[in-house]
Nanobody, 125 residues
Framework: QVQLVESGGGLVQAGGSLRLSCAAS????????MGWLRQAPGKHREFVAA????????YYGDSMKGRFTISRDNAKNTVFLQMNSLKPEDTAVYYC??????????????????WGQGTLVTVSS
């Protein structure tokens, strides 16, 4: 079983950048699809980005395309989310997640196998 710990959240001004990290424990990290979801206060959880086990395929939510980049380093059991051109509406708790299946609808529904505890990102205007 994989366990996930996020880091890198914080306060940033609009237009700024942040890089989130998700460190995973467990021998099978490299076999999991990894990704990020977020939840803003009073809003539903939202898919942000995901990456295949090999790193060869990436997927993004519509409002993140062109601004966010997901990557992974299987040697270090870590997945990253580089967030640029941040907007106040990006303010949310960001959760790292892992699933042993291929990318699919579960990343939009949130029915994923493993979750991190979340890290807060606040973008000020």
């Amino acid at each position: 079983q994989v366990q996930l710990v996020e880091s890198g959240g914080g306060l940033v001004q609009a237009g700024g950048s942040l890089r989130l990290s998700c460190a995973a424990s467990g021998r099978t990290f490299s076999s999991y699809t990894m990704g990020w979801l977020r939840q803003a206060p009073g809003k539903h959880r939202e898919f942000v980005a995901a990456i295949s086990w090999s790193g060869g395929s990436t997927y993004y939510g519509d409002s993140m395309k062109g601004r966010f980049t997901i990557s992974r380093d299987n040697a270090k059991n870590t997945v990253f989310l580089q967030m640029n051109s941040l907007k106040p509406e990006d303010t949310a708790v960001y959760y790292c997640a892992a699933d042993s299946g291929m990318f699919g609808s579960s990343w939009y529904s949130g029915y994923l196998e493993v979750w991190g505890q979340g890290t807060l990102v606040t973008v000020s205007s």
